[in-house]
């Protein structure tokens, strides 16, 4: 089994950032990819960033505000987001997949407001 802690979350004011984290532990041995994933009230679970050995990608009302890496020795992944706008409150859901799986995180709430 994998368990992932998700950090970082909390209330900005819009144009601000916030640095997400998410360490996996448990059975790790070859994490394919990482990435985060958001969801609002009433709507479904959105790609925000993934990222494997060999690419990374990002939803499209993200690009060029979000950042995302991953620091294998740690088996950790980060996800810079600047430019916060309010449309980006949310909860923000880890994921990694390996060997076949997929492993959620509880999800950290990320609010934008003034």
């Known amino acids: 089994q994998v368990q992932l802690v998700e950090s970082g979350g909390g209330l900005v004011q819009p144009g601000g950032s916030l640095r997400l984290t998410c360490a996996a532990t448990?059975?790790?041995?070859?994490?394919?990819?990482m990435g985060w994933y958001r969801q609002t009230p009433g709507r479904q679970r959105e790609l925000v960033a993934y990222?494997?050995?060999?690419?990374?990608d990002y939803g499209d009302s993200v690009k060029g505000r979000f950042t995302i890496s991953r620091d294998d020795a740690k088996n950790t992944v980060y996800l810079q987001m600047n430019s916060l706008t309010p449309e980006d409150t949310a909860v923000y859901y880890c994921r990694v997949a390996q060997g076949g799986r997929d492993y959620w995180g509880q999800g950290t709430q990320v609010t934008v407001s003034s």
């Open positions: 448990g059975s790790i041995f070859d994490i394919y990819a």
């Open positions: 990222i494997t050995e060999f690419k990374t």
